[in-house]
């Protein structure tokens, strides 16, 4: 079926610091989402992106965090300056134009903030 | 706002005896319901959907799922078994439409044993 790639798997870096995860979705798709999941809990959404904007985001897609999807390249999602709370796993989607609602996800990047 | 619920985070199951996971949500409005899987290091794959029609839906793999609206749940099952389906499950719920906001539940994780 349709893949969507993520880059990196894992990722450590020290409070403070910027990190950018990086999503590859699937080609002719044009919508995109992230979701975050901390540890044994609930995946959560953060953000849906669609024709360069951002649609809706949640109470947790905090002003630290930006996407961005740059000339059809990746879909990112930026965190800047990170704080511990970050460290989750980061789940990309996307969705096609026909059949809006069903989401394809990505393996998921492994963020952990020192 | 909208929430789903599994109660059981762990099901352990005979390689070929049924199998059914519970899934239980809460919207106001009429849900587009989803079930997907999660084998190891891998994304989340779509077994299964539904929003209007015959209630009972068919998936990949030989699942299918249940829509009972006067339960508000949506309850996953399968005939029969494999190793294969060891992963875990999560049920996610929707208002629909134009690239809505998937809220998913805290999983199940299905562990086959031999019989």
């Known amino acids: 079926g349709p893949k969507v790639l993520q880059i990196p798997s894992h990722q450590i870096i020290d409070m403070g610091q910027m990190v950018t995860l990086n999503c590859d979705p699937v080609?002719?798709?044009?919508?995109f989402y992230w979701y975050k999941q901390i540890l044994g809990q609930q995946m959560e959404f953060l953000v849906n992106f669609y024709n360069g904007k951002v649609m809706e985001k949640s109470k947790l897609f905090k002003d630290q965090f930006s996407v961005e999807r740059p000339d059809g390249s990746y879909f990112t999602l930026k965190i800047q300056p990170t704080a511990l709370e970050d460290s989750a796993v980061y789940f990309c989607a996307s969705s096609p134009t026909v059949n809006q609602d069903t989401q394809y996800f990505g393996p998921g990047t492994r963020l952990l903030v020192l | 706002a909208q929430s789903v619920t599994q109660p059981d985070a762990r099901v352990t199951v005979s390689e070929g005896a049924s199998l059914q996971l519970r899934c239980k949500y809460s919207y106001s409005g009429t849900p587009y319901l989803f079930w997907y899987v999660q084998y190891p290091r891998q994304g989340l794959q779509l077994l299964l959907k539904y929003y209007s029609g015959d209630p009972v839906v068919q998936g990949v793999n030989g699942f299918e799922a249940e829509f009972i609206k006067s339960n508000s749940s949506f309850h996953l099952r399968k005939a029969s078994v494999h190793w294969s389906d060891s992963a875990v499950y999560f049920c996610a719920v929707s208002a629909g439409g134009f690239a809505s906001a998937l809220t998913f539940g805290s999983g199940t994780k299905v562990i086959p044993c031999l019989p």
């Open positions: 080609s002719n798709h044009l919508y």
